[in-house]
């Protein structure tokens, strides 16, 4: 099994109309999230990450549009990653999940992520 075998092109459609919202491409993740709030501190669950956002998996979700605090720290990294997100996706069929998409996120953290997607796109064995 490669590396890379779960990833897909992210190519979701909103229930609204059917308009697509992501083009980027995403990979299965196994991380937790920090969640910070004014008086609360939630960890959740990533079960995927890519270029402009990230899926909490297994999660009660929150409204969407509701922005939020993340802090997180890819596989493999020693630094955490800081982002402002907003809650763009709930799951409808499993009511457990929600989609975050990044907002405002810093130039060495983009770079630091496309890293990790492009490692994990790589087949075991071949340099990116």
Do not use: C
């Not at 990230?54 to 605090?69: A, E, Q, R, S, Y």
């Not at 997100?85 to 810093?106: N, R, S, T, Y």
Request: hydrophobic share 40%; glycine share 12%; proline share 6%.
């Amino acid at each position: 099994m490669s590396k890379g075998s779960g990833a897909h092109l992210d190519e979701t459609t909103s229930g609204r109309g059917g308009v697509e919202r992501r083009r980027t491409q995403r990979v299965p993740v196994e991380m937790w999230v920090e969640q910070i709030g004014d008086d609360e501190r939630v960890f959740r669950r990533a079960g995927n990450l890519s270029a402009g956002g990230l899926h909490l998996d297994k999660t009660i979700p929150i409204p969407v549009g509701t922005h939020v605090f993340l802090r997180f720290t890819l596989p493999g990294d020693a630094d955490a990653i800081a982002v402002d997100g907003k809650i763009v996706a709930i799951d409808p069929d499993e009511e457990l999940g929600m989609g975050v998409q990044f907002l405002g996120l810093a130039p060495a953290a983009e770079a630091r992520i496309a890293r990790y997607l492009t490692r994990a796109l790589t087949p075991l064995g071949v340099e990116p």
